[in-house]
């Protein structure tokens, strides 16, 4: 880790950028070099590397790419100084646009999201905004946000509906119909009669609204009855 004691006065914003590219981290370091107010106090290339900054500078805004190289990700970046609070705020610069990736970010605690094809100006300002405890997103990266949010709270209501009108019976058999078990290894498992088995998958079935086993299984997945493998 390189890391910097800033020349500004001390009530500059300190950034810490968590960025393994290095020319992407340069025009970081120059909007923070370049900007009354913003003072740079370290650069890193992984998450491992970030954790251990965040400990050791503790600064008030990290500038987080989600993909870095070795074990931890952006997200378990921004997870795990959450949880210790080692880091005052956080503002994502990631080359992922996807709607998932937002979500998430902003789930484990990203204060502001932006794009690698934002200029040294537009970062600066976002830098200063963030530090000052500012978020920084756009209004379709809100309105993306909350429509996940609602998203997320009708599968959750979903999930404990169906949840509730299931036996554990046949959450048993969900389970293991998912794994891809065929009703005699079913059977053969929880030691029923396949004609038994039968009858709690019509049942399925029918609380689920489906008409097959992937249907089945594939509803189940995705209110979070069953994980697959």
Do not use: W
């Amino acid at each position: 880790m390189s890391t910097h004691s800033g020349t500004g006065p001390a009530a500059d914003v300190r950034i810490l950028i968590v960025e393994d590219h290095p020319v992407l981290r340069g025009v970081v370091r120059l909007a923070c070099e370049h900007t009354p107010g913003l003072a740079l106090a370290g650069e890193v290339g992984t998450g491992e590397e970030a954790v251990e900054a965040c400990r050791s500078v503790m600064p008030d805004v990290v500038v987080l790419d989600l993909s870095l190289p070795g074990r931890l990700q952006g997200l378990d970046v921004a997870r795990t100084i959450r949880a210790e609070g080692t880091a005052g705020r956080i503002l994502v610069l990631t080359g992922r646009t996807d709607e998932q990736a937002l979500f998430d970010a902003i789930r484990a605690g990203a204060d502001g999201y932006l794009e690698k094809t934002a200029g040294v100006r537009f970062i600066a300002d976002a830098l200063h905004r963030v530090g000052r405890g500012e978020r920084v997103f756009t209004p379709e990266q809100e309105r993306i946000a909350v429509a996940e949010l609602g998203r997320m709270a009708r599968q959750a209501r979903q999930s404990s509906d169906v949840r509730a009108v299931l036996t554990d019976r046949e959450l048993q058999i969900l389970e293991l119909v998912s794994q891809g078990l065929t009703v005699k290894q079913v059977a053969s498992r929880i030691g029923l009669s396949p004609r038994t088995v039968e009858t709690h998958i019509a049942k399925l079935y029918r609380k689920l609204g489906v008409r097959n086993r992937v249907q089945a299984v594939s509803k189940a997945a995705a209110l979070g009855l069953v994980e697959l493998s």
